[in-house]
């Protein structure tokens, strides 16, 4: 395999194939992610996108292929599934994946933990280092939440259970981003939300993205993907049938015909 450049790429994968008992969910896929940019991958229901996210977080094996990440050109298919996070990954679920009876500013420290060097808990004895991290980490956390307006740091003390559907998705954003990782996976951001609502997550995304992270998101809503993605994939039965900028990819007959069926080329 080709090492990735150094100074564009952050995620490089060559030949990936996902194999679950005769379904190819993910088929020979060649892509490159860039620094710094957020990318989208769209593609229909079933196209191999959530596989794609866990392969990356080494959640499933692959069958075969190379995942290779960052400048130091790591593997992610031979690290441990718990080091993946280490190495500068996190990611959101499809479906939320929340503590619901921890505040929402305890459910931000929780994917800060990773990077203290004391783990963030209620222990009776810390010593005085520890509780200055947990202290900075706090700080950090409520900058995070600040991110997304007032809507999660006003109620930063309230259990999340007590959070809007879309205000639990935004903490899920938010926890992702508190592990300070140098790529941000985002599993359908907007599922289940309205256009008023989109249409905001779209502005949270970009001030993310304006923090300095860089995002790769998965993503039905094309008003979304238009508003946000500089580069764009995408998926067809695992595999990659178009990339570039979204009125191109979007516009790609086999990306129609992957949406829309052989007919819609026809008419
Ligand atoms: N754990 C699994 N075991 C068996 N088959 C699976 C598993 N996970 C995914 N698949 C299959 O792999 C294919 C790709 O699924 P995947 O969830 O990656 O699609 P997706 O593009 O994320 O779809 P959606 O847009 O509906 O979320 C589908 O045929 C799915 O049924
Ligand atoms: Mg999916």
Redesign the pocket.
């Known amino acids: 395999m080709e090492p990735a450049d150094l100074d564009n790429t952050i995620l490089k994968c060559q030949g990936l194939t996902?194999n679950?008992?005769g379904?190819?969910?993910?088929n020979n896929l060649d892509l490159e992610v860039q620094k710094g940019k957020i990318t989208a991958?769209i593609?229909?229901?079933?196209?191999?996108?959530?596989?794609?996210?866990?392969l990356v977080m080494h959640l499933?094996d692959a069958t075969s292929g190379q995942v290779v990440f960052g400048t130091e050109n790591t593997n992610l298919l031979e690290l441990p599934t718990h080091s993946i996070n280490r190495v500068g990954l996190a990611r959101t679920f499809?479906t939320l994946r929340l503590f619901l009876n921890l505040t929402v500013l305890e459910n931000v420290l929780i994917g800060m933990s990773s990077q203290l060097n004391s783990g963030f808990g209620a222990a009776l004895i810390k010593p005085k280092w520890a509780r200055e991290e947990d202290k900075l980490a706090e700080e950090k956390a409520l900058e995070i939440l600040s991110l997304f307006g007032s809507r999660l740091i006003s109620m930063c003390n309230e259990p999340a259970s007590s959070l809007s559907y879309a205000n639990r998705r935004r903490m899920e954003i938010a926890r992702c981003v508190a592990s300070q990782p140098k790529l941000i996976l985002l599993?359908?951001p907007v599922a289940g939300m309205n256009p008023t609502e989109t249409r905001e997550v779209i502005k949270d995304i970009q001030k993310i993205h304006e923090a300095g992270h860089t995002i790769l998101l998965?993503e039905?809503d094309m008003t979304l993907v238009e508003g946000v993605a500089e580069h764009v994939f995408a998926?067809d039965h695992?595999s990659k049938i178009a990339e570039g900028q979204f009125k191109e990819v979007s516009n790609h007959p086999a990306v129609v015909e992957a949406y829309l069926g052989k007919q819609a080329l026809k008419q």
């Open positions: 996902k679950f008992g379904v190819l969910a993910i991958i593609g229909p229901n079933g196209s191999g996108k959530t596989t794609f996210f866990n499933y499809q599993d359908e998965i039905h998926f695992g």
